[in-house]
């Protein structure tokens, strides 16, 4: 018990000394179970809306994967209803009219579309909506020109009962008036819903009057679901798909689950970082905690405390500190999620505060991962201070410098670095980036683990670089500060280690992205022939109308359709495999000028040929001459003739197996053609301008599609890929703060260690401001360190990525020298900001107080 | 005067629990002499030292060194002030452990951005005799050499009076002797004002004038001591005979 009260008492007379450990746990606990809380809520969230939409059994068309994506809204006969009621155990059954594929706008061609990925829904205005929505204001829709919205919808575009919006569906565009608003009355996660009459959603979204998407069956009473659905599968025979409430609730979460479980790992994976990044902390923290306390273990050794009770008293004050860091992460981890969910709601999907759903295991995960981390970075500490001598309490105080850096260390450090450069290398040589992904985490591992271990050594070579450097502007304050930065190696090589990891990742990343952008563009300018590009952002299939009127536009020396057609592959050796061709007209070989290692590309868009991409051609031994039968699914079996062979090295369209729609057409019928996914578009000389003027006014009644000039496309592709590095980076953002907490609690537990020195300077005439200036610079020094050595260690492993994924296609290296350098300065930033506190604290002791100090 | 204290009161808490470290104290220091402050444990000894070298500041009353009043200046003058006009040498943790000995000795000036004046710095460091020791860091010198780093460095910047507290309470006899013969040389060879706080009536043998505090008091102002003079003052003073416990090393 002795042992416990003394880590207890101790744990409470450093708490402020605890105070920034605490907040590191409590920051990786955080986000952890506030992943895991807003996950679950999500799911939550999402269960029930399947649940309050889905009834007892549902009868849809037959749905295959594999299906031609025509992008026309799968149907049954609109009598079904009539045939099921009539059966045993049918309680009642109700068609539903829908389709998902749907583009809002307003009389203004303003898109009225989510445009966060999820749907706009168009539908009837019949039993099953009212089942889950209700209206709030206005009247049903009645007749051909009136419908009715959802009110977040209408809420977010200021829309009210009278307004005038275009409902484009696949099959065509309808005007309408708004008659009423709906209100969801479970949670709406973000679908824009638009509501017809019966007839006109048939009409209107099926096609014909004699049509409905589905069927809704209550079973009767004393019938089970699974019965009916055998009952109703039983009547209907083929080509019909029926499900029961919870078949069709765990097919729509499925497909939610698995963005979710994406999401939650992801950011888990973010989590994981900053944990990695606080123990560095916690280390620090005990290291120096252990190495100020020398003389106080040293008497408890003395008057008869054993190794294991010294090493235990340190380690039952990390458990304190685990279990405060946990309980507070786990509390701030659910503020993150309401937080989160805010954030959500922001961009449209609103999730509702009461279907927060905390399961028991967040709160276990969270406490079990704070506690084990905590003891886990205490244990080297607590080991030392076991072996702590009773001479120590004999001994004068003073620091006991950790002095060099051991040789095994050394070492070993080199070792691995060494091991990790290797399989850097080894991964630029790799002949497929299969054989090359391996090494190359290995190589990050490796060279990150090296770099941590020789860390402490590299401090004495890099401090002093960067000493000469910057500090000797300052003069004697610069040369205390990289002294006090150097005296304890391996203080501050675990203090920059943490600073490291964070930017290593964002300098690779950034490398990885650039290069992305740069080799893009390369393809781009060298293989892209097309001056415009159609497409949807959010993945429809381009409709018919659309495509009319792309074709009809004036100014275009051709234009070519590109469709994605399902099929199944037998190669000459046997080998079967289910694939997506891609089907274009033969102007496409201009349109993008894919290199290829055998055969002609345009001959690939001769009747009855095709091209495969030279990794297929090499796994099945193809030659160009060789047939391979292609099964298209809904349609026959040719034997296409392989006419050109393309290379793996490209970024665009890379794998694709290219024929000619011409030959799809042979074998497919017409209604199971697929639609056009892209279109591509070439000006007549010289009449660039004019076209792209003449396809814009063409395509401004559909805003649901883009069309690029190539200059347009680079743009977006910069964007995105922008924005995809900018959410890694706010999400390494958290390991970054963690490490400046780091530089910050060493820097403040020195200035505690340093006490009596810091008395000593002031009193032979060190001024406060020459103090702050000394903390700040050792607080920069370490900072610039560890920056350094992160986007290093970042860049090589960024390059290494590359040139093995230059095996994709990832032709250019191009280093973001701004970013890295910004990076490189903003850290320079970070150690002033990191020092202010320490720094001012400093500088407020009182001279003879410090003097004084044991 | 090197420095003098007026009326110089130093008081703690207030009310009934008020305690009076320095009670009205006048001392003058005399320039290029050689004074030791005594006085047993909580007497004010290092409270007086502490106010003249602007180290503390009082309560009421009037500190001046040389012709500047320190009392009531900001922190950024004492600062300056202790920077350039006085010396410091304590008891333990003298020296910063990152910088050799000649940066320790020449850290004051560096910090004011002087550049020594090499002659005079050669004559300190032959003086204290640590010419082969100056690219050492502190942990690799013994006690005493350390304490010679100390008053080298308080010598090396030529500050109009240097204090020590208690400079050679940490070192053994000889060492200590060797210590307090530097300080007693630098007064008549260089001319140096010292004030040095003790208990050891050996250490304050090596001083031209001994003040004896006593419950905050100056009671007695003793010339050219001798330590048996020195420490029958001690006993009397104390009235009890506890200075003899009081006074490690006692006669030799």
Not at chain 1, 24 to 41: C, P
Not at chain 1, 494 to 507: F, H, N, Q, R, W
Not at chain 2, 180 to 199: C, N
Request: glycine share 10%; with cysteine; proline share 4%.
């Amino acid at each position: 018990m002795t042992v416990v009260r003394t880590s207890l008492r101790n744990f409470v007379a450093h708490k402020g000394r605890m105070v920034l450990s605490a907040i590191a746990v409590m920051l990786s606990v955080a986000f952890v179970s506030g992943t895991l809380v807003f996950t679950d809520t999500m799911n939550t969230t999402f269960d029930k809306l399947f649940a309050s939409t889905s009834s007892d059994v549902t009868v849809t068309a037959e749905r295959n994967e594999d299906a031609q994506q025509t992008g026309k809204p799968a149907s049954i006969p609109a009598d079904t209803a009539q045939r099921l009621e009539k059966l045993d155990g049918v309680a009642s059954a109700q068609s539903d009219v829908y389709d998902e594929r749907i583009t809002l706008v307003d009389d203004r061609n303003e898109n009225l579309s989510p445009t966060t990925g999820a749907p706009t829904i168009a539908g009837d205005w019949g039993p099953e909506e009212k089942k889950s929505m209700k209206l709030i204001s206005g009247k049903a829709p009645r007749g051909p020109t009136e419908v009715v919205v959802d009110a977040d919808t209408a809420d977010k575009h200021g829309l009210a009962a009278g307004d005038a919006v275009k409902v484009i569906s696949f099959t065509g565009t309808t005007e309408a008036r708004i008659s009423g608003i709906a209100k969801f009355t479970a949670t709406n996660p973000g679908a824009a819903l638009v509501f017809f009459d019966r007839p006109t959603a048939q009409k209107k979204l099926l096609g014909s009057t004699d049509q409905v998407t589905a069927v809704m069956l209550t079973a009767a009473e004393g019938t089970s679901d699974a019965q009916l659905k055998k009952a109703v599968a039983a009547e209907l025979g083929g080509g019909y798909q029926v499900r029961t409430a919870k078949e069709a609730a765990d097919s729509a979460a499925d497909e939610v689950g698995e963005f979710l479980d994406f999401m939650r790992y992801a950011l888990l994976g973010f989590a994981g970082i900053s944990v990695l990044v606080g123990i560095f902390l916690i280390v620090n923290t005990f290291s120096m905690l252990v190495a100020q306390r020398t003389r106080e273990l040293g008497l408890m050794r003395a008057i008869g405390a054993g190794r294991g009770q010294v090493n235990r008293s340190v380690l039952i004050e990390a458990l304190l500190l685990g279990v405060v860091g946990s309980v507070l992460g786990i509390a701030a981890g659910v503020g993150i999620a309401v937080g989160l969910m805010q954030l959500m709601g922001t961009v449209g999907m609103n999730l509702d505060t009461s279907d927060l759903t905390i399961k028991a295991s967040t709160p276990l995960v969270g406490l079990l991962l704070g506690i084990v981390v905590t003891v886990l970075a205490a244990y080297l500490p607590a080991r030392r201070a076991g072996k702590v001598s009773p001479m120590a309490a004999l001994r004068d105080a003073g620091t006991p410098a950790d002095g060099r850096t051991g040789t095994v260390r050394t070492v070993f450090g080199l070792l691995l670095t060494a091991a990790g450069a290797a399989g850097l290398w080894l991964a630029t040589r790799a002949e497929t980036a299969g054989d090359g992904s391996g090494l190359l985490a290995l190589g990050i591992v490796f060279s990150l683990i090296g770099f941590v271990v020789i860390g402490p050594l590299l401090a004495g070579l890099v401090v002093r670089a960067i000493s000469a450097v910057v500090l000797r502007f300052f003069g004697p304050v610069g040369r205390m500060a990289e002294r006090n930065a150097l005296r304890n190696p391996r203080r501050t090589g675990a203090t920059a280690a943490a600073l490291m990891i964070g930017l290593a990742l964002v300098a690779a990343l950034s490398v990885v992205g650039s290069s992305m952008v740069a080799s893009a563009n390369d393809q781009l300018d060298k293989t892209v022939g097309a001056d415009f590009i159609i497409a949807s952002d959010v993945g429809q299939p381009l409709t018919p109308a659309v495509a009319k009127a792309v074709h009809a536009a004036p100014h275009l020396a051709h234009v070519t359709d590109y469709k994605n057609v399902n099929a199944e592959l037998t190669a000459p050796d046997g080998k079967k495999e289910k694939t997506r061709l891609a089907a274009a007209d033969p102007t496409y070989a201009q349109d993008l000028r894919t290199e290829t290692d055998a055969g002609e590309l345009s001959a690939a868009y001769g009747r009855d040929a095709m091209s495969v991409p030279a990794a297929y051609a090499k796994k099945h031994g193809i030659e160009v001459g060789d047939r391979v039968a292609v099964a298209f699914t809904g349609g026959k079996t040719a034997r296409l003739t392989v006419a050109a062979i393309t290379t793996d090295g490209t970024s665009l369209d890379q794998g694709a197996m290219y024929l000619a729609i011409a030959t799809v057409e042979r074998y497919l019928p017409a209604d199971e053609m697929p639609a056009n996914v892209l279109m591509f578009a070439q000006a007549e000389e010289g009449k660039a301008e004019q076209a792209y003027a003449a396809l814009k006014e063409r395509m401004k009644d559909y805003p649901q599609y883009q069309i690029r000039d190539q200059a347009d496309y680079k743009q977006t592709l910069q964007d995105q890929i922008g924005q995809l590095l900018n959410m890694v980076y706010g999400l390494l953002a958290l390991a970054i703060i963690v490490a400046v907490l780091g530089v910050v609690n060493t820097l403040a537990l020195s200035v505690v260690e340093r006490t009596r020195e810091i008395g000593l300077l002031r009193a032979i005439g060190l001024s406060r401001r020459q103090l702050r200036r000394m903390i700040r610079l050792e607080s920069v020094v370490i900072a610039l360190f560890g920056a350094g050595l992160g986007l290093g260690l970042g860049m090589a492993w960024g390059a290494a990525s590359q040139q093995l994924l230059a095996l994709e296609g990832l032709g250019v290296l191009d280093i973001p020298w701004p970013t890295i350098i910004t990076v490189f300065l903003g850290s320079a930033l970070v150690g002033l900001v990191a020092a202010l506190v320490p720094a001012f604290r400093a500088g407020r002791m009182n001279v003879l107080g410090a003097i004084a100090t044991e | 005067m090197a420095a003098s204290a007026r009326k110089v009161v130093k008081a703690y808490g207030a009310g009934e629990t008020r305690v009076m470290a320095l009670d009205e104290v006048d001392v003058d220091i005399e320039r290029g002499r050689f004074t030791a402050i005594m006085g047993p444990s909580g007497s004010g000894k290092s409270t007086l030292m502490h106010c003249l070298a602007g180290l503390d500041t009082v309560t009421s009353g009037e500190i001046r060194l040389g012709d500047t009043e320190i009392t009531g200046l900001k922190d950024k003058k004492l600062t300056q002030l202790r920077r350039d006009r006085v010396g410091f040498i304590f008891q333990a943790f003298n020296l910063l452990p990152t910088l050799n000995a000649l940066e320790n000795i020449t850290l004051p000036m560096d910090i004011a951005g002087r550049k020594p004046d090499q002659p005079w710095l050669d004559r300190v460091v032959d003086t204290v005799g640590l010419r082969d020791r100056l690219r050492h860091r502190p942990t690799e010198l013994s006690g005493g050499q350390q304490q010679r780093v100390a008053v080298a460095r308080a010598l090396a910047a030529r500050p109009e009076i240097i204090f020590g507290d208690e400079p050679t309470g940490n070192l053994d006899s000889r060492a200590g002797a060797e210590v307090l013969g530097f300080l007693r040389r630098s007064v008549d060879e260089l001319g140096q004002t010292i004030v040095m706080v003790t208990h050891d009536p050996v250490a304050a043998a090596y001083a031209d004038r001994v003040l004896y505090l006593a419950d905050g008091r100056i009671v007695d102002d003793m010339r050219d001591p001798t330590a048996e003079r020195v420490l029958e003052r001690m006993l009397s003073l104390s009235g009890d005979g506890t200075a003899a416990h009081t006074a490690p090393g006692g006669l030799r």
